[in-house]
């Protein structure tokens, strides 16, 4: 069975850009979250997905935005870029509803210039 | 302050040493407890899951947790040098919540040969 695909794995970009990050979940899994990763906070959580829907969001700006299609992958975009959204972005699904039981991919490193 | 929190090492420790690592955690709300490794530049994997207090084993690892002191630990016996990684405590409070998680910034620890 395939894991947590993300794409791309590494990017650099500007400030002022913008940026889309893409993750395909486990066949079946209909959760998607996504976390933001860096050295000084750790793993903090940005979004989740279930069935299309946002079911929850963490306190982030409004810059940071997600969704996720019918077949469950979802896309996370970023506008408006600043230094301090560098970071590993992970997508994480799920098939257990209320549980912890998360699968990560492997993550997205962005570098803002 | 943070809702978790994880001294963050570097821990470093012979072969075949008892290793121990801990969180303790502000909000009485959280009742799922688990613990991620994640190798260098890869996802987190979940290692341990528990639900409220109490001992849960696998393997040569044991979660324990004591929701009346808001503390965590995780227990790796015979430790191997294929265990080093950073490891991360993570927390989720009602069921409700779905797939947020809060986690510790992670402890990274070394096992050498």
């Known amino acids: 069975k395939a894991g947590v695909t993300q794409t791309p794995r590494y990017l ?34 940005l979004f989740e997905y ?21 077949n469950s992958r979802s896309e996370m975009n970023v506008s408006t870029l600043e230094l301090g959204d560098s970071a590993l972005y992970l997508c994480a699904s799920s098939n257990t509803r209320n549980t912890g039981e998360l699968f990560f991919g492997e993550g997205s490193r962005l570098t803002v210039l | 302050q943070k809702e978790v929190e994880q001294d963050p090492g570097p821990l470093s420790v012979p072969e075949g040493a008892i290793v121990s690592l801990n969180c303790t955690y502000s909000n009485s709300a ?19 899951y528990t639900y409220s207090s109490g001992n849960k084993e696998d393997g040569r690892f044991t979660a324990q947790v004591d929701k ?9 016996r015979d430790s191997q040098p294929s265990d080093s990684a950073t490891y991360l405590c993570a927390m989720s409070a009602v069921q409700t919540s779905g797939s947020r998680l809060t986690f510790g910034e992670g402890t990274q620890l070394t096992v050498n040969p």
């Open chain 1, 12 to 45: 650099i970009k500007t400030r002022g850009q913008q940026v889309t990050l893409s993750c395909s979940p486990i066949s079946g899994h209909r959760s998607v979250s996504w976390y933001q990763q860096t050295p000084g906070q750790g793993l903090q959580f």
């Open chain 2, 30 to 48: 959280f009742q799922y407890f688990m613990w991620y490794r994640q190798y260098s530049r890869k996802g987190p994997e979940l290692l341990m």
């Open chain 2, 68 to 76: 009346s002191s808001k503390y965590i630990s995780l227990f790796i």
């Open chain 1, 50 to 70: 279930f069935s299309e829907t946002q079911r929850n969001k963490g306190n982030f700006p409004g810059r940071f935005s997600g969704r996720q299609f019918s």
